[in-house]
């Protein structure tokens, strides 16, 4: 039985995780941990487990061998490195941290004391982005020119964040930093690193951070990347568009449609959905536990992470020189 402590309920997310663990037969929710004692004891109780208010006292407890990250943003490095220098695996809200500085002494703590490390990374284990990984690595659409992701809500919009999601210094950002993970840790998976980054980011409503947000990348073989989210847009389905010199692939929500010689001879334009999709991949929560437990593959682990932190440093930096910056 994997036993696990609730490292704050700060997080929208955190609830959905702690529910993921109680539901595994072989992992549970043994303790919470809040920077904010009031939340923590609310949290603790409706998961019928202790609160603890001193985090070093939950870290040393027996009955907790790994972690839930869902503390605010800026302080996930005190948190994890104690977290892996008390020796407990560790499962993160993305992104890993504020800084790279900040992800390094991370990565330093995990791999000083052998724990295990997974951040959540769901939209890699979804069958339209597994199969849009295959058509980029089988060259079906030849050379990739222009990607684009879009992930975005009306959570701004429709006022049903929470107030601290528009903290600047604890989350770092807005939207692009929250919601625009998604889009900009696809990219980097499916495109590799960028050469140079340019932000666009917008404030819809009256909140500090910006609530509408587009990040363009130029690869040095001349395609290029959109990732575009944001907290003002109701109705908006996920999209993920690749366009190439020889073909195009697109998802649209769960739907999705491809145009390819290599698929289909009725030429560019004749769209089909393919008839099968890949197999999901596990989620998360169950990647972390079947990894710590079972010592199977953690597919997205530290250096996913610190890549996706060195996508955002870049899109912010870009943001305030309002000027391409390199990545």
């Known amino acids: 039985?994997?036993?696990?402590?609730?490292?704050?309920?700060?997080?929208?997310?955190?609830?959905?995780?702690?529910?993921?663990?109680?539901?595994?037969?072989?992992?549970?929710?043994?303790?919470?941990?809040?920077?904010?004692?009031?939340?923590?004891?609310?949290?603790?109780?409706?998961?019928?487990?202790?609160?603890?208010?001193?985090?070093?006292?939950?870290?040393?407890?027996?009955?907790?061998?790994?972690?839930?990250?869902?503390?605010?943003?800026?302080?996930?490095?005190?948190?994890?490195?104690?977290?892996?220098?008390?020796?407990?695996?560790?499962?993160?809200?993305?992104?890993?941290?504020?800084?790279?500085?900040?992800?390094?002494?991370?990565?330093?703590?995990?791999?000083?004391?052998?724990?295990?490390?997974?951040?959540?990374?769901?939209?890699?284990?979804?069958?339209?982005?597994?199969?849009?990984?295959?058509?980029?690595?089988?060259?079906?659409?030849g050379r990739i020119t222009l990607f684009r992701v879009r992930n975005a809500h009306n959570g701004a919009s429709a006022n049903w964040l929470p107030s601290h999601f528009y903290d600047e210094t604890q989350c770092g950002g807005g939207a692009m930093i929250d919601l625009g993970a998604h889009p900009m840790y696809l990219i980097r998976w499916l495109m590799g690193k960028p050469a140079e980054m340019s932000s666009a980011f917008t404030k819809v409503t009256?909140?500090?951070?910006?609530?509408?947000?587009?990040?363009?990348?130029?690869?040095?073989?001349g395609a290029i990347a959109i990732s575009e989210t944001g907290f003002v847009s109701g109705a908006s389905p996920f999209m993920l568009e690749m366009y190439g010199t020889d073909g195009t692939f697109i998802v649209n929500g769960n739907k999705v449609s491809l145009c390819s010689p290599k698929v289909t001879t009725a030429g560019f334009g004749g769209f089909v959905t393919p008839n099968e999709l890949p197999q999901s991949l596990p989620d998360p929560i169950s990647q972390f536990v079947d990894g710590v437990l079972y010592d199977k593959e953690i597919i997205f682990g530290m250096q996913d992470a610190i890549e996706l932190t060195e996508m955002m440093v870049a899109a912010y930096k870009s943001h305030k020189q309002n000027a391409f910056v390199a990545v």
């Open 1 to 141: 039985m994997l036993k696990i402590a609730m490292l704050s309920s700060w997080h929208v997310h955190a609830g959905g995780y702690a529910q993921q663990i109680n539901r595994r037969k072989d992992a549970t929710v043994t303790a919470v941990w809040d920077e904010n004692p009031e939340n923590g004891k609310k949290f603790a109780a409706e998961l019928s487990v202790d609160f603890e208010p001193d985090l070093d006292k939950l870290l040393a407890r027996t009955d907790v061998d790994a972690v839930c990250v869902n503390a605010p943003t800026n302080m996930h490095r005190e948190v994890m490195v104690k977290a892996a220098n008390a020796g407990k695996h560790i499962f993160t809200e993305k992104v890993l941290a504020l800084s790279i500085e900040d992800c390094e002494a991370i990565k330093s703590a995990v791999e000083k004391n052998n724990v295990k490390f997974c951040i959540s990374f769901p939209h890699r284990t979804f069958p339209h982005n597994l199969l849009a990984k295959k058509v980029v690595e089988d060259k079906i659409l």
């Open 206 to 221: 009256d909140h500090a951070v910006e609530d509408n947000a587009v990040s363009v990348m130029k690869y040095a073989d």
